[in-house]
C-alpha cells in the first residue's frame, strides 16, 4: 500500500521493528523513510556528519468497526511509545 509506494520511489524506509510499527490495539500504524548525511559546519569552525530531516508517516484507524462513519475524533489518537524509539532510529542509520 502507502509504504511500498514510497519504497519503489526509491526513498529508504527505517526497518528497525519492521518497515511498518503497529501499536498494540492494531489501530496506529507508522512508517519512517531513513535522515540522508550530510556534512554540517559548525560556527565554531568545526565540521561533522550528522542527520538530516526524515519523514514519518502514519496511519490512523477508527475507533469503531464501521470505518466509513468515523470522523475525525473518532479515529485512534496519542503516541504510542513502542514505536517511537524505532521512528527514532530514522536519524541513525
Known amino acids: 500500500a502507502f509504504t511500498e509506494c ?23 500504524r507508522q512508517s519512517s523513510t531513513v535522515a540522508d548525511r550530510m556534512q554540517y559546519s559548525f560556527g565554531c569552525g568545526a565540521a561533522e556528519e550528522i542527520a538530516g530531516s526524515y519523514f514519518e508517516f502514519a496511519e490512523r484507524r477508527p475507533l469503531q468497526s464501521d470505518a466509513a462513519a468515523a470522523t475525525e475524533m473518532e479515529l485512534r489518537d496519542g503516541f504510542e511509545v513502542g514505536n517511537a524509539d524505532k521512528i527514532f532510529m530514522s536519524t541513525s542509520a
Open 6 to 28: 514510497v519504497a519503489s520511489a526509491g526513498l529508504q524506509l527505517n526497518q528497525e521493528g519492521g518497515m511498518v510499527k503497529i501499536s498494540p490495539d492494531g489501530l496506529l
